[in-house]
């Protein structure tokens, strides 16, 4: 046996992935060996995120042991007052998130720092939402949010309320590294609590939560709620309670949650996989949705920062909207109701430009930001202003932000807010499908899509041919501006040059003639090319949206072809 795998076994605190682990040991599985011992789960901006097992690479105890000893040591390192203004903990329903929370509190109050832990499994928003409310230094979520149900993961928010950023990550991991070498300190629960150093957070603070979003004032319009029926999942995961709480809070009376898929069950039976954009995961919820005739059939992901939706058309189906979709209705929605000095909106470079024209129509501030909710909300805090408060933010990837109770993606508030926005149509006769086709009358009809290029591993990196030489045009159109956001420039067809002012990324977006967009991003982990793809058809007075719809398809389908044609040739 080697050093590595009996020094872990020697600190695994967990019988469960020790015998794991001897079991690998005596069947000789070297392969599965060296994957769990040939490295170790990188702690990120994201936190940490991995498959729950015996060994480094995986999610277990002693991961999350030592991952807290780093939180902890570089909190009180860089955290004025850290040990006293604390840090908030809390799971999602996943068969290890409870055990992992406690060692979190346990490691963290060892070193003095006291821990606002959840009496039971919490909703990410719902944790996000204390590091303000309680002012502590940091948050921890214990979870995998919509990831199989083989996944854990760890996810931390700093002091101000957002995700972690750099260099929080990185001088998290250096502790994190030099407490994989040393012994680590642990306090039990109970003994934490005599000391002061643990404080309970019982239904006092779930309620306080509840409260916050109730009197939000951008979820205070009341019209007419109980004239529509919605149809609720939270797929298997921790959302049910307070989703439906807020929504009768907020006068609807008609809300029928799949029973099916109510409680928290880390296996999630019921579908292949927790994400309510893969196929077949909102299915039952659009069964709910037709046997009580609902307008909308509603989604949260397992940890409920994210809010899906299907809306009903005229024939009865119901069709998923995107989420950039879903951005727009909001982005018009918001700042429509919001006070005049609340009006700084923003999405994601890979997300809808469409909310950039909406925000410039309606005189407000627009930004954009790398992708990652956690930049999202940290440029905010950076660029609002007296004249400009935040109002809303949104990524594709179904994470949208209404106001800054919570600097997250929350899909809680969100479900409320869209349902909300649903009854308002409602009650001037009109529907949601009715206010898309408003919208892209006077901007235009956006469709964007997503896909993927697998790629020559043993090619030079695909950025750096492109950057060596730019096409000029894609698809027959002609590109009227690059961004390289690796070398930060913006560099116009006429040889003009501008700084972009954001960090720097492996990213890169052609701007071509008519408002079509494509957007190529490397892979950082497999020979891969992600693409982004935008198009802009302009809705003429005798245009249905059927026909504009058809012909933006036809558009997209031409762009995807060529442009995947010119990258494999």
């Known amino acids: 046996m080697n050093s590595d795998i009996a020094r872990w076994l020697k600190r ?117 939402f204390g590091v303000k409310h309680l002012n502590t230094a940091a948050a921890v979520v214990v979870t995998a949010s919509h990831n199989p149900p083989e996944y854990n993961g760890f996810k931390v928010y700093w002091g101000n309320g957002a995700q972690i950023i750099p260099p929080q990550d990185s001088g998290i991991a250096e502790e994190i590294d030099k407490a994989t070498k040393h012994e680590l300190p642990q306090l039990s629960l109970e003994a934490a609590a005599e000391k002061g150093l643990l404080v309970w957070l019982d239904d006092e603070y779930y309620q306080a939560y509840r409260q916050t979003m ?28 307070m989703a439906e709480t807020l929504l009768a809070d907020a006068g609807f009376t008609h809300v029928h949650s799949v029973a099916a898929q109510r409680e928290p069950d880390g296996a999630f039976p019921t579908v292949k996989f ?6 077949g995961a909102m299915d039952l919820v ?36 995107t989420g950039d979709q879903v951005g727009t209705l909001f982005g018009y929605y918001l700042l429509s109701h919001a006070p005049a000095n609340q009006n700084l909106v923003g999405n994601t470079i890979v997300s809808s430009s469409l909310l950039g024209k909406i925000a410039a129509t309606l005189g407000a501030r627009y930004y954009q930001t790398l992708t990652g909710f956690k930049w999202l909300t940290n440029v905010a805090m950076a660029q609002q202003t007296e004249s400009h408060q935040f109002l809303f933010a949104y990524e594709e990837a179904l994470g949208y932000t209404v106001g ?19 009854a308002e ?32 591993p043993t090619a030079a990196p695909i950025g750096d041919t492109l950057r060596a030489t730019p096409p000029t045009e894609i698809a027959g159109l002609p590109i009227v501006c690059t961004e390289d956001y690796k070398q930060s420039l913006r560099i116009f067809s006429d ?75």
């Not at 009341?222 to 309670?241: D, L, N």
């Not at 927790?274 to 196929?279: F, L, M, S, V, Y």
């Not at 009109?430 to 896909?451: C, F, K, M, P």
Request: overall charge negative.
């Open 12 to 128: 695994d605190p967990d019988l469960k992935t020790r015998n794991e682990l001897e079991q690998l040991i005596e069947d000789n599985n070297q392969a599965e060996l060296a994957d769990r011992f040939n490295g170790r789960l990188e702690f990120g901006t994201a936190g940490l995120r991995g498959v729950v097992g015996a060994g480094p690479n995986r999610m277990n105890r002693l991961v999350i042991q030592e991952t807290a000893t780093g939180l902890g040591q570089y909190l009180l390192r860089t955290v004025p007052d850290a040990a006293s203004k604390g840090v908030v903990i809390g799971y999602d329903g996943r068969p290890d998130s409870q055990q992992f929370a406690h060692d979190t509190a346990s490691v963290l109050t060892a070193q003095g720092i006291k821990v606002y832990l959840t009496v039971k499994v919490a909703p990410t928003p719902v944790v996000a």
């Open 286 to 321: 659009i069964a709910e949705a037709k046997k009580h005739d609902a307008v909308l059939a509603c989604a949260n992901d397992p940890d409920a920062d994210r809010f899906a939706v299907a809306v009903r058309r005229e024939d009865g189906e119901y069709q998923m909207l």
């Open 425 to 456: 149509l409602h009650a001037k006769g009109q529907t949601i499908w009715d206010q898309l086709e408003s919208i892209y009358r006077e901007h235009g009809l956006y469709v964007n899509a997503q896909r993927s290029i697998a790629l020559d």
């Open 274 to 279: 927790p994400n309510p954009e893969e196929a």
């Open 404 to 422: 800054s109770k919570v600097w997250d993606k929350d899909g809680l508030s969100a479900l409320v807010a869209f349902a909300q926005l649903t």
């Open 214 to 241: 109730n009197s939000n004032p951008l979820l205070t319009n009341h019209t007419e709620p109980q004239a529509i029926k919605v149809a609720y999942t939270a797929m298997h995961g921790v959302g049910a309670e």
């Open 495 to 569: 040889g003009t040059v501008e700084a972009i002012e954001l960090p720097v990324s492996d990213v890169l977006i052609y701007h071509l003639q008519g408002g079509a967009r494509v957007i190529v991003r490397p892979s950082g982990t497999e020979p891969k090319l992600k693409c982004y793809y935008e198009v802009v058809e302009p809705m003429l007075h005798e245009d249905t949206m059927v026909h504009a719809q058809q012909r933006a398809q036809e558009a997209m389908e031409q762009l995807i072809d060529k442009h995947q044609q010119s990258i494999s040739n």
